[in-house]
């Protein structure tokens, strides 16, 4: 923990509600600049530019990007000579696969030789990924980068309707509140952010009563959060019957897989259907949805390939970030699996419509027979509307153990059904039971993870 971190948690009530109010203050004026007003500007203005116009504009930017890796990037002045090509070889997303993957682990590796010569050191901007299997990443971006993708977050937003002056309950995981404190307020108030910034770590059935009256006090229209969070709300609302006194206009996820039994629970407590955006701090691949509930590729914003998953489910995400100069990232595997539709949307936005993003590559199952499972936890959890949390557990190829977190009308009946849809998922050569809990344990940054393996690779490698 940091000295201002532990200082900041030592200080009474009052300075800690003025803190967050300074640093939304911080935050607030450093972010939202003039260079972000006409990154916002032209962001908007390609909203619903024709396809083949975006696709256009989408390899241009491309060709410019690897053009500039080329030239003044150490890392890649060695591969391209290696393999024997040039920028000009790369015109279109289809011209990437001449590359390798990079991975998380090669950024970390070649770190220093993948920084670009021709941006200043005075011009980087630290940034990090979140790393909720610990595999967080540190890594230098620009100021304009940084533009570009907050453009395309508040297009996202401003498409539903959200402003920059919309009042918001803001549920992630941030420790604003000292675990220590067993009374509320169990939230800060950043005024000039126009956030009310809820604690997970203090999200129980003593406290969440506490948390409705806040709400009920401030009415913000639109309440953000991680998935995991929001349903805990959503379930003690529902299981109580003490709704919301005032209507909430936008419920926002972001950070975790959304998945369908969790939305259902949100729309039943809130009243309207959540909306969730897709993307990671690296900037390599991001999407919105839509009006019509669809997840468009913003194809201005990175160019990303959908590289079919050697496992057999699904899609993997790989992106290249062409807004960041500093630390250019070409054919970087994110690590998330995704599916994808060729169905059309009325919306008329032109990127391609993602079906569902279904995790990150760890959030797999392995069978006795070699195959691996991804994206299937959303199907038997999908109509288990008596279950507040749940977590898929993987320690032995031969057992699968699913965590719950059960709600009051939890029954045996429940139980039986849950047993079933998995083991008609993973087949009878692996043993399926139900551990139950109070709560489910989060990474370190708030983050529940809907799949746990302990599977090493040694194991995998003795599956037949």
């Not at 805990?232 to 369908?260: C, F, G, H």
Request: aromatic share 10%; hydrophobic share 40%.
């Amino acid at each position: 923990m940091s000295a201002l971190k532990s200082l900041y948690l030592k200080l009474p009530v009052p300075l800690q509600q003025a803190a967050c109010s300074m640093e939304g203050w911080r935050i607030r004026h450093n972010r939202y600049t003039r260079s972000f007003q006409i990154a916002l500007q032209k962001a908007e203005g390609r909203t619903f530019w024709p396809k083949e116009r975006i696709i256009a504009y989408r390899d241009e930017r491309l060709r410019q990007f690897v053009r500039h890796s080329a030239k003044t990037v150490p890392y890649y002045k060695r591969l391209f000579r290696e393999i024997g090509i040039t920028s000009d070889d790369i015109r279109t997303l289809a011209d990437l696969p001449v590359l390798p993957i990079l991975t998380k682990q090669d950024v970390k590796d070649h770190y220093a030789e993948l920084l670009s010569e021709a941006v200043p050191k005075n011009q980087w901007v630290s940034f990090h990924t979140s790393g909720t299997t610990g595999s967080g990443l540190r890594f230098a971006t620009t100021r304009s980068s940084l533009d570009e993708q907050w453009a395309s977050v508040w297009r996202f937003r401003r498409g539903h309707g959200i402003q920059l002056d919309t009042w918001c309950g803001y549920f992630v995981g941030r420790f604003v509140v000292p675990f220590r404190q067993k009374k509320p307020p169990f939230w800060r108030i950043n005024y000039p952010g126009r956030q009310i910034i809820f604690s997970g770590a203090h999200m129980n059935s003593d406290n969440l009563d506490a948390y409705i009256t806040e709400l009920n006090k401030r009415h913000p229209p639109y309440l953000q959060g991680y998935p995991s969070m929001l349903t805990l709300l959503a379930t003690y609302i529902v299981e109580t019957q003490n709704y919301l006194e005032y209507p909430v206009k936008w419920v926002v996820t972001n950070s975790e897989n959304l998945l369908p039994h969790q939305a259902n629970l949100m729309e039943q407590a809130f009243g309207v259907r959540p909306i969730q955006r897709y993307a990671m701090s690296e900037a390599a691949a991001s999407a919105s949805e839509c009006e019509y509930g669809r997840l468009h590729m913003d194809e201005d914003m990175a160019a990303t390939e959908m590289v079919p998953n050697p496992d057999g489910f699904g899609y993997k995400v790989i992106g290249s970030a062409f807004t960041n100069l500093a630390l250019p990232l070409l054919r970087y595997d994110v690590g998330d699996v995704v599916t994808v539709s060729d169905e059309t949307c009325p919306c008329g936005r032109p990127g391609r419509i993602l079906a569902s993003v279904d995790g990150r590559k760890d959030d797999y199952i392995v069978l006795p027979n070699g195959v691996r499972l991804g994206g299937w936890i959303d199907i038997i959890f999908k109509d288990m509307v008596h279950i507040r949390e749940a977590q898929v557990y993987q320690q032995k190829i031969s057992e699968i153990i699913l965590r719950v977190v059960p709600a009051a009308a939890y029954t045996q009946q429940d139980e039986t059904t849950l047993l079933h849809l998995a083991q008609k998922r993973v087949g009878d050569d692996v043993d399926v039971r139900i551990e139950y809990f109070d709560r489910l344990e989060r990474a370190p940054n708030g983050k529940l993870r809907c799949v746990v393996s302990e599977i090493k690779e040694g194991q995998l490698e003795s599956v037949v």
